[in-house]
């Protein structure tokens, strides 16, 4: 069975520091894509980044960065220089290649930016 | 920029009474989904649909009904409203290419008394 693990519940950085949002991830498939959201406390789910299971390299998005470690099925999210607009609940997510409607979300990390 | 538009933001429905939660994109993707989240917890998928006329049913379908006459409209029914849907409703929508991301609706706030 598929399944996300996010392990910290909550996280406090300060700002202008880089901060790392674990997530873990289990799946017999062997192609799979691999996202990050974030959901401020305005509610709405915001797409973040991707990483497909083949790509050689990193995925990164300005401040956001994926570091992908296929054999450990790690896909932790790196943000760097936080901003305090970077409070906010984030989720890792897996999706297999063969349909959205199998992905599955973790339950989340809170992030809390220190001024 | 519209994307996954949904409606309403907001509703406080009594027990027993029913609604739909509208729910449309215009960015052309097979696939859509409603996902309900706790407070707290993370997202449970009701239903989705891979087409228009084509519906399945998610983790937790039960008390929700769902059509799909287009590809744009995917509205989500609660019939019988019970406090245990008090919850924060996203509705969202996928292409069917390789890298599917998943793009949400802004949610729906219910509350059941």
């Known amino acids: 069975a598929q399944k996300i693990t996010q392990t910290q519940p909550g996280m406090f950085v300060q700002e202008k520091e880089a901060v790392t949002l674990d997530c873990t991830y289990d799946t017999s498939d062997q192609s799979y894509g691999l996202f990050w959201y974030k959901q401020p406390s305005s509610g709405e789910m915001i797409f973040l980044i991707y990483?497909?299971?083949?790509?050689?390299q990193n995925a990164t998005e300005g401040r956001y960065s994926l570091n992908f470690q296929k054999a450990r099925k790690s896909a932790n999210l790196v943000i760097s220089a936080s901003q305090l607009g970077d409070s906010a609940m984030y989720f890792c997510?897996?999706?297999?290649?063969?349909?959205?409607?199998?992905?599955?979300f973790g339950a989340g990390t809170r992030l809390f930016v220190k001024a | 920029n519209a994307g996954v538009t949904q409606t309403p933001k907001f509703r406080i429905l009594k027990i027993g009474q029913s609604m739909t939660l509208q729910c449309a994109q215009d960015?052309?993707?097979?696939?859509m989904y409603w996902y309900r989240q706790d407070p707290g917890m993370g997202l449970k998928l009701i239903y989705y649909s891979v087409g228009a006329g084509i519906t399945d049913k998610g983790e937790v379908p039960n008390g929700y009904n769902v059509s799909r006459s287009t590809t744009e409209d995917f509205p989500l029914r609660l019939e019988l409203a019970a406090p245990s849907q008090t919850s924060v409703y996203f509705c969202a929508s996928s292409s069917n290419s390789i890298r599917n991301t998943i793009y949400f609706g802004e949610g729906s706030w219910l509350t059941v008394v």
């Open positions: 997510a897996m999706s297999p290649n063969t349909g959205g409607f199998k992905t599955i």
């Open positions: 990483q497909g299971s083949y790509d050689e």
């Open positions: 960015m052309n993707h097979n696939y």
